[in-house]
């Protein structure tokens, strides 16, 4: 809770604490990895890629010296811009699946010869419908990166 609230010097205490009573580097990691996604997310996409380098990097090294790897991972993460966006989207769509009826797919997504068009030949995108019905799961906080998503989402917006 510390890194979420991004208290960089209670967030190296409890990892202190956490390796003092003999906290598994695995249990560490797992859950640095799950925060990185769950509580940073695309305010800072690269939080993501540090976090799986240290789970993969401590596997390999152990203690002691994981302990430096495993502070410089905290103290990124304490340090980053925080969205939980990605959270709150995927359990939205999976709320909306399990209460809603299934959609069926749109013809021209199962079968590229009713009309599909091949975004990449349309300088990345080119309007066409990908579900049967409006629906809105994500709801970008705006913060970090997040930023730079939001431009060209609401350039091709339909």
């Known amino acids: 809770k510390s890194i979420r609230g991004s208290d960089v010097d209670a967030s190296l205490y409890y990892l202190g604490r956490l390796i003092d009573g003999g906290e598994s580097v695995e249990y560490i990691t797992r859950r640095l990895v799950i925060l990185a996604s769950e509580d940073i997310g695309n305010s800072n996409p690269n939080a993501l890629n540090l976090a799986t380098s240290t789970m993969i990097s401590t596997s390999k090294i152990g203690y002691p010296e994981s302990r430096i790897i495993l502070a410089q991972c905290v103290i990124y993460l304490a340090s980053c811009p925080k ?30 010869h009713i009309g599909y068009k091949y975004p990449h030949d349309f300088n990345g995108f080119i309007e066409q419908n990908y579900l049967k019905k409006n629906l809105e799961f994500y709801k970008s906080k705006s913060i970090g990166y997040e930023k730079t998503l939001n431009e060209w989402l609401s350039k091709i917006k339909i």
């Open 83 to 112: 969205s939980n966006s990605s959270y709150n989207a995927i359990n939205s769509a999976l709320d909306y699946i399990k209460n809603n009826e299934i959609l069926d797919i749109p013809e021209h997504l199962k079968d590229s």
